[in-house]
Nanobody, 124 residues
C-alpha cells in the first residue's frame, strides 16, 4: 500500500525555522518526483516546491524562494523541506505529494500520492 507521511510541523514565531519531513513507503521513491504543497484556511492548495527523482532539478514558488529549501534522501525514502525566515503568511497545512510532474508551475491534479498533511503555524 503506497503511503506518504509528513512530520515536523508546529508553531513558530516569525523569523524562525522548521524542517518538514515526508517518509514514503510502498513506492519506488527513488524513481519519483516529489513535491510540497500547502493550503491555508479558506484558500486553494498551492504548490510550494518540487524536486526531481535524482535531486538535480528543483523549483520553488516565488513566495518561498530564498527562504525554503527542498531536498531528498533516496536511501531513506525521505523528502525534506527546510523553511527559514518564516512569515505569518506561511501558516498552512503542508502536504507531501509523490509521482507527479515537477515544473515551474505545480498542478495538484498531476500528483498521484498524498499525505495527510502537517500543520505549520507562524505567529507575528
Amino acid at each position: 500500500q503506497p503511503q506518504v507521511v509528513e512530520s515536523g510541523g508546529g508553531w513558530v514565531q516569525a523569523g524562525g525555522s522548521l524542517r518538514l519531513s515526508c517518509t514514503a513507503s510502498g513506492l519506488n521513491f527513488g524513481d519519483l518526483n516529489m513535491a510540497w504543497f500547502r493550503q491555508a484556511p479558506g484558500e486553494e492548495r498551492e504548490g510550494v516546491s518540487c524536486i526531481g527523482w535524482s535531486g538535480d532539478y528543483r523549483t520553488y514558488a516565488d513566495s518561498v524562494k530564498g527562504r525554503f529549501t527542498i531536498s531528498r534522501d533516496n536511501a531513506k525514502n525521505t523528502l525534506y523541506l527546510q523553511m527559514n525566515s518564516l512569515k505569518p503568511e506561511d501558516t498552512a497545512m503542508y502536504y507531501c505529494a509523490a509521482g507527479g510532474f515537477c515544473g515551474t508551475v505545480l498542478r495538484e491534479y498531476s500528483w498521484n500520492y498524498w499525505g495527510q498533511g502537517t500543520q505549520v503555524s507562524v505567529s507575528s
